[in-house]
């Protein structure tokens, strides 16, 4: 999916059409939520509010805000918009699953703007850490590795192992 996307400073909320994708910049990164209508957004709460965790739940425009600025991200190859990406993210009210880096409030979003649960946030963040593991990967096989021939073969396995054996840890 091509990035497309342009912030726009925040018009009146009155003007704000639902399925509206919203940003607000906190310490260290930018909190995502889809506006409802009528003063309401609906954001995965995640570590919005300090270090306990929290559901996708639907709060008003100045909560969400925090005494911050927000923005409005437009983006013109939204699968969903308007009434639909709202619908999408009322089926995930309540939801507690949140994860910094695989389920976080901008995963959220883009899965209801998008259908793709997607976080160019934790992509940037993550991009130097994969690069240096791509460039360490061909060292470590050569001093970690054994030869193939110490590897035993475990592909002709003949009988399924008993199902009483504890999994290693």
């Known amino acids: 999916m091509p990035d497309t996307t342009q912030t726009h400073p925040l018009p009146d909320h009155e003007d704000l059409c639902p399925g509206a994708h919203l940003v607000t910049q906190r310490r ?3 909190h995502h939520g889809i506006y409802a209508g009528h003063g309401i957004v609906i954001h995965y709460a995640g570590l919005s509010r300090g270090l306990r965790r929290g559901p996708v739940q639907a709060i008003t425009l100045a909560d969400f805000a ?7 991200v437009r983006c013109a190859e939204a699968r969903y918009a ?12 309540g939801e507690d699953a949140y994860r ?11 899965w209801c703007l998008h259908g793709e649960s997607r976080s160019v946030q934790v992509e940037t963040w993550i991009a130097p850490f994969r690069r240096m593991l791509d460039a360490v990967r061909p060292l470590l096989g050569t001093f970690v590795a054994p030869p193939d021939a110490w590897r035993p ?14 999994a290693l840890p």
């Open 66 to 72: 925090a005494g911050r600025p927000v923005r409005e």
């Open 153 to 166: 073969d475990c592909s002709a396995r003949s009988r399924p192992l008993a199902h009483n054996v504890p």
């Open 100 to 110: 910094l880096t695989t389920n976080n409030c901008e995963h959220f979003c883009m």
């Open 82 to 93: 308007g009434k639909e990406a709202v619908r999408r993210a009322c089926l995930r009210l």
């Open 28 to 30: 260290g990164y930018t």
